[in-house]
């Protein structure tokens, strides 16, 4: 077989946002649209400038490759591999059928000391021929790539001008085992069993067996995603959970139609159940690649937020964290719940901007152990992801080893740290010259902010967050405007860097309230006056036309 040159132009619009690539799948099938932005990958990871020649960094180098199994994942992975065979790659550990869950490539990576992974998925949003796609990279640490590298290969995209492929035949990517494509050795491997492994590492599964030998009970929601796999594996076979414990656990390319974002918008039939009388003990989701957790108590839905702070508070229950945390970090939008915890234990805590690649260099300097995000995510030093299932079975550890409910721990929890009322509030599909123009001018107006009263509130602090990175010393800038309050209240907008369809405004709104007699207000009554703050700030109703958010969670 012979390696092909094809002539190529440059797609604008490739940059990579808070998370890798993310376009429709009918931009994602433009011919050489998917090819284009591998090969610019490729050239980066090979040692190219812009606009230099090729080298040759990746001929002793291993390459992970996986995705969530969305829409177009069977024929990218194809693609992928006779571009990885052109260019180089010594060799490609693939996950079976072309799947890896986003946590569970970042295991492989680690564990196989490769270079890097691709990933291919669009997380939480939808799939299907008219949903998403998404490609990412993650480096040898296995996280994230940095926005150095993220530019670097944007920069390569813009300058392209060929490609080069292989012109093998497809391979088969369903059997384990070990084939060729060309001079590249392409190693199918079981998706679950590194993951399993650093599970097996980190909590007590005599304990969890325990519990549900005993009659524990779980419902979890794998949204038709590639998190099933890995959760049957690990829940049902190995520690026992009943069958039927895991629900919508076929991986499928369109997710059986469901949004795969585990909040309780789109997870509302797992949502219905845990509100029942009969409820399961204990109730989550995942979301599309399995990163994202959203955990429920028995009628009781436990913010991720707060889901940050409480696993802060013990973890030194679960085995894999007993010796301690060397600190924890949050993105800036995330409720300051586990700041307060920080402080107790006398741990540093983190502030950084939203995207997963920014706990990347804490993790890596051992600064921290626990991160988390408002956007449901959480995740530890195990890998450089975060993880939808540990999550979970942190939870279910936690429960086991102090044998408190959900409900019980988040509200000993608040008594015992007071509560962070917390709400995000989206704003979805705005032109996005509407909503570059109000970001805009919210900018423009911070300087008159400071002192403005708003009610019994006075700003304290009005910013555009910017970030310093305390280990390489990089700063992002422009990561969200923010309003704070001499009450600890705060507002923040920014625009998500992860849609595919105009613009989306996340308003995220806090306050504290350290009174257990006042910690039960629904949480939209409690946090009602700074959204009135927000909207006469920001003029969101009459910019926009939307009555409302489009989601609140
Ligand atoms: C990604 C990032 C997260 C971020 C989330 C929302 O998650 O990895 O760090 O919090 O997007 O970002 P935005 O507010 O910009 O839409 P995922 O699960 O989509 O990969």
């Given amino acids: 077989m012979a390696n092909q040159t094809i002539p190529t132009q440059a797609f604008a619009g490739q940059r990579p946002g808070t998370s890798g690539l993310r376009k429709k799948v009918t931009v994602f099938m433009q011919p050489m649209y998917l090819e284009n932005f591998v090969q610019a990958l490729l050239d980066v990871l090979n040692g190219c400038r812009a606009d230099g020649p090729a080298g040759t960094a990746l ?3 291993t390459l992970v490759l996986g995705g969530d199994g969305r829409y177009h994942n069977r024929l990218a992975v194809q693609t992928i591999l006779k571009q990885a065979a052109a260019n180089g790659v010594r060799r490609v550990l693939l996950g079976q ?32 021929p008219d949903g998403d796609f998404g490609i990412k ?12 590298l993220t530019e670097a290969v944007y920069a390569r995209s813009q300058n392209l001008r060929e490609i080069r492929c292989s012109d093998a035949s497809d391979i088969d990517i369903d059997t384990l085992g070990v084939r060729w494509l060309d001079q ?55 520690l026992g959970a009943p069958s039927g414990t895991v629900v919508n656990a076929l991986p499928l390319e369109d997710f059986g139609g469901l949004h795969p974002d585990p909040n309780p918008v789109n997870a509302e039939d797992l949502i219905a159940h845990m509100m029942r009388a009969d409820a399961p003990d204990y109730g989550a989701a995942m979301d599309g690649d399995a990163d994202r957790n959203m955990v ?9 937020s707060d889901s940050l702070a409480v696993m802060t508070a013990h973890a030194r229950l679960i085995p894999g964290y007993r010796d301690g945390l060397l600190g924890v970090a949050r993105s800036m939008p995330t409720s300051a719940a586990v700041d307060r915890v920080a402080k107790v234990l ?23 152990t626990l991160c988390g995000e408002e956007s449901y995510g959480t995740g530890s030093s195990h890998v450089r992801e975060k993880d939808g299932l540990w999550a979970i079975l942190f939870w279910l550890n936690l429960q086991g080893a102090t044998g408190r409910s959900v409900e019980s721990l988040v509200r000993e929890h608040w008594h015992t740290y007071g509560r962070n009322y917390y709400s995000r509030h989206d704003y979805e599909g705005i032109p996005t010259v509407i909503a570059d123009a109000l970001m805009a001018d919210l900018r423009a107006g911070l300087p008159g902010w400071r002192g403005q009263a708003f009610g019994s509130r006075t700003v304290t602090l009005a910013d555009d967050f910017s970030y310093a990175d305390p280990v390489d010393g990089s700063v992002s800038a422009h990561q969200g405007v923010r309003l704070m309050f001499d009450d600890g209240a705060r507002v923040v907008f920014r625009l998500s860097g992860t849609g595919t369809e105009g613009a ?31 909207e006469q700030v920001a003029g969101i109703r009459t910019r926009t036309g939307m009555a409302g958010p489009s989601v609140a969670t």
């Avoid at 691709?118 to 799939?127: E, M, Y």
């Avoid at 990279?137 to 940095?146: D, K, R």
């Avoid at 028995?298 to 991720?304: A, E, S």
């Avoid at 006398?346 to 051992?366: M, R």
């Fill in 184 to 238: 590249m050795q392409v190693e199918v491997i079981d998706p679950v069993a590194d993951y399993a492994a650093v599970m097996r590492s980190l909590f007590d599964f005599d304990l969890l067996r325990g519990m549900f030998q005993r009659g524990f009970t779980l419902r979890l929601d794998a949204m038709n995603a590639v998190g099933g796999p890995y959760a049957k594996a690990i829940l049902e076979n190995e």
């Fill in 97 to 128: 059928g072309g799947l890896l869950s986003t946590p569970a490539a970042s295991a492989v990576i680690r564990r196989r000391q490769a270079l890097g992974g691709i990933i291919l998925s669009a997380s939480h949003n939808p799939g299907g």
């Fill in 137 to 148: 990279y993650n480096a040898s640490n296995g996280g994230p790539a940095n926005e150095a």
């Fill in 504 to 534: 989306t405004l996340r308003v995220y709104l806090e306050r504290y309230e350290a009174d257990p007699s006042r910690q039960d207000t629904p949480v939209q009554q409690a946090l009602a006056e700074l959204a009135a703050v927000a």
């Fill in 59 to 61: 001929h002793d180098q």
């Fill in 346 to 368: 006398g741990i540093p805590c983190f502030e950084t901007p939203t995207g997963w690649k920014f706990f990347g260099n804490l993790l890596d300097a051992g600064r921290v």
């Fill in 296 to 304: 429920l108590g028995r009628q009781f839905i436990v913010t991720p």
